[in-house]
């Protein structure tokens, strides 16, 4: 899975409220780390029905609590970035609209650090999900209530680095804005990375997401060589994971390593192809890969096997249903497999197929 920002962040609803003085409140509250950690594995690791289960768990025994609905909307939300599909938005809505109103109150009534920060990363979720419904007003409007309550939670406590992490990427989106080829705000690349690497290096809870999220930014920027060891590091421990997969098999690939990236393009298309609803943007996209490395080592059969393959998929997707990639819009893959198939002179007819198994 994408180890999010808000994965760790279930443990800080324990800081909601203070603890009591009693044995009893001091008991309760160990009991809820415990049980949050548990929901924070399953969800690592893919166990969702058991992510799920916690989280009605968490959602029974602390019900002023934001950890269960937390736990909820990354489940749902990890199923869809991680697949690039959107099935479980409905679900994803419900449970961040709870844990939000549950983290706002919490803040109203112990305005904390770690309160704070909750709060911003949960607007944040919120935000990413409005853009992607076309909200553009809403969704503008809680990336500043986000960046607005991380920033608090970092001035309330500076050796608080876990804020750094929203921050940072706030500061990498920004700085890709552009209308004419112009760039609207200050680019600040060096902050960028400077933060997260603090992150990873000094964040209480956030240290696997710094990791993730420096990958990002550092393949975004083109920057391969600098990734490849981050990725090494997040492929060990998550090695069916199809976000590690798919960032392996892309930094090889940009760097020149191409038949070792074949290895990780077919690995992904076995994990994407055995999901409940297979992405078929991905799997085109993961066939595109695997053609331009056939034609490259000579097997002009297998290439044209392979993009023929890639444009079947392409043309299967529906839109509605499928999420983009971090690094490119379907519409650039696609428009990269009709060039493709142009160049060697194959057809570019539609064809619709199932996804294969």
């Keep these: 899975m994408t180890y999010s920002i808000l994965a760790p962040l279930f ?38 029905d058991s992510a799920f289960a916690c989280s009605d ?12 609905p937390f736990v909820a909307a990354e489940a749902f939300q990890t199923r869809m970035s991680d697949y690039r599909v959107r099935r479980y938005e409905p679900q994803f809505e419900s449970a961040i609209q709870d844990a939000i ?7 109203t009534r112990d305005p904390s650090a770690q309160n704070l920060f909750l709060l911003g990363a949960a607007e944040s979720y919120r935000c990413v999900y409005w853009f992607r419904q076309g909200k553009w007003l809403k969704a ?5 209530r986000s960046i607005g309550q991380l920033q608090r939670a970092r001035e309330a406590d500076p050796q608080f680095a876990d804020p750094l992490l929203g921050l940072a990427l706030y500061d ?12 609207l705000f200050r680019n600040r690349e060096d902050r960028v990375v400077e933060w ?30 600098a990734a490849l060891p981050i990725n090494d590091t997040l492929i060990a421990e998550l090695p069916r994971d199809p976000v590690c997969l798919y960032n392996r098999a892309f930094i090889l690939e940009r760097l020149g390593r191409q038949s070792e ?38 097997d002009a059969q297998a290439a044209a096997r392979l993009i023929a393959r ?14 983009d990639g971090p690094y490119a819009s379907f519409e650039e893959v696609r428009e990269a497999i009709l060039k493709t198939l142009r160049e060697w002179g194959l057809t570019t007819t539609a064809t619709v197929i199932s996804p294969a198994r």
Excluded: M
Aim: with cysteine; aromatic share 8%; hydrophobic share 45%.
């Design 11 to 48: 443990a800080l609803a324990l800081s909601s409220a203070p603890l009591a003085d009693d044995a009893s409140g001091i008991h309760a509250s160990a009991e809820q780390d415990a049980l949050i950690r548990v929901c924070i594995d399953h969800i690592l690791h893919e166990r969702y």
């Design 57 to 68: 768990s968490l959602r029974q025994r602390y019900p002023e609590s934001p950890a269960g």
């Design 101 to 107: 109103a549950k983290a706002q109150a919490a803040t």
């Design 140 to 144: 503008v409007r809680a990336a500043f």
């Design 172 to 183: 990498h989106a920004k700085a890709k804005v552009r209308v004419f080829g112009i760039g």
């Design 196 to 225: 997260l690497r603090t992150v990873n290096e000094h964040g209480r809870f956030l240290s696997a997401d710094a990791s993730f999220a420096l990958q990002y930014v550092l393949v975004d920027r083109g920057e391969f060589a």
């Design 261 to 298: 990236a074949k290895r990780y393009w077919q690995q992904l298309i076995e994990v994407v192809a055995a999901f409940e609803e297979p992405s078929q943007g991905l799997l085109a996209e993961c066939h595109y890969h695997l053609a331009r490395t056939a034609r490259t080592e000579g």
């Design 310 to 323: 890639a444009k079947a998929h392409a043309d299967s997707r529906i839109q509605a249903r499928e999420l």
